[in-house]
């Protein structure tokens, strides 16, 4: 697969297009995500451009419902995503652009997934992450994603974890 249109090229493009052979790099080689946060090349360049690059992996993620299949290689890859998301709010993230593009992968992870099991998991890193979490309210993400899944939102609020 030619590297401009992969995953890395799709990421790392100031006019990232090719999105079904991003995906496809990606759900072959899931992992490669983690590289984002691993390899200390693709960290630097990813986070000093964090608006851009990380506003690219949103609009992918965004993309996933089109091209996915339910089966085992679409369930894994979910799952890398959400763990990826999970410790990209662990990074220490300084401006309000940083934490804006955070909050669209975030957003972008809690579509592409179950969204109450996906909020349940991020509900104790975006609690500690109020930034990030202003971003999704006063950009009314929340709101929206309270209307578009409804019972996810009344499923959390009634739970035993939800009054803590």
């Known amino acids: 697969m030619d590297s401009r249109t992969g995953f890395f090229g799709f990421i790392f493009s100031d006019n990232p297009n090719h999105f079904k052979a991003a995906y496809e790099s990606l759900d072959s080689r899931p992992y490669q995500i983690f590289d984002l946060l691993l390899k ?20 992918l993620l965004s993309q996933f419902p089109r091209f996915q299949q339910d089966d085992y290689s679409t369930l894994l890859l979910r799952e890398m995503i959400r763990a990826f998301t999970l410790s990209l709010l662990a990074e220490r993230l300084d401006d309000i652009r940083s934490r804006s593009a955070v909050a669209r992968i975030v957003l972008s992870v809690v579509k592409l997934s179950d969204p109450r099991g996906t909020l349940g998991q991020f509900g104790v890193r975006l609690g500690a992450l109020p930034g990030i979490l ?31």
């Not at 999704?136 to 409804?150: M, R, V």
């Open 40 to 59: 200390e090349g693709r960290f630097t360049n990813f986070f000093t451009r964090i608006e851009v690059y990380g506003s690219n992996l949103a609009t």
């Open 134 to 164: 202003r971003i999704l309210i006063a950009e009314g993400h929340i709101k929206e994603l309270a209307q578009t899944h409804k019972r996810c939102f009344e499923d959390l609020i009634s739970e035993p974890q939800a009054r803590e």
